[in-house]
Nanobody
Framework: QVQLVESGGGLVQAGGSLRLSCAASRSIISIRQMGWYRQAPGKQRELVAT???????NYADSVKGRFTISRDNANNTVYLQMNSLKPEDTAVYSC?????????WGQGTQVTVSL
């Protein structure tokens, strides 16, 4: 199992940027896939972006062109750079790791985008 700790959330105005970080408790080199998910109040959790161990990425249509996921294997960290933020991006963002078929989750970080 992998422990994940997210950081970088906060309050930002529409059009602004934030960078989320997800620090893992072990080397992420061998973690097949890591990703970011979000859950807004009253809504189901949805995929935001994923990145594989070979750096293949996948994005939700709603964030394509605005968000970028990346991984820093040396620091066991996955990032989510969020630009051109919109109020509808407001949610709790959680990090996920799929290690040997076991999914681990962080505690989440709140992102609030104001008009």
């Amino acid at each position: 199992q992998v422990q994940l700790v997210e950081s970088g959330g906060g309050l930002v105005q529409a059009g602004g940027s934030l960078r989320l970080s997800c620090a893992a408790s072990r080397s992420i080199i061998s973690i097949r896939q890591m990703g970011w998910y979000r859950q807004a109040p009253g809504k189901q959790r949805e995929l935001v972006a994923t990145i594989t161990s070979s750096d293949s990425t996948n994005y939700a249509d709603s964030v394509k062109g605005r968000f970028t996921i990346s991984r820093d294997n040396a620091n066991n960290t996955v990032y989510l750079q969020m630009n051109s933020l919109k109020p509808e991006d407001t949610a709790v963002y959680s990090c996920n790791a799929n290690f040997l078929g076991v999914h681990s989750w962080g505690q989440g970080t709140q992102v609030t985008v104001s008009l």
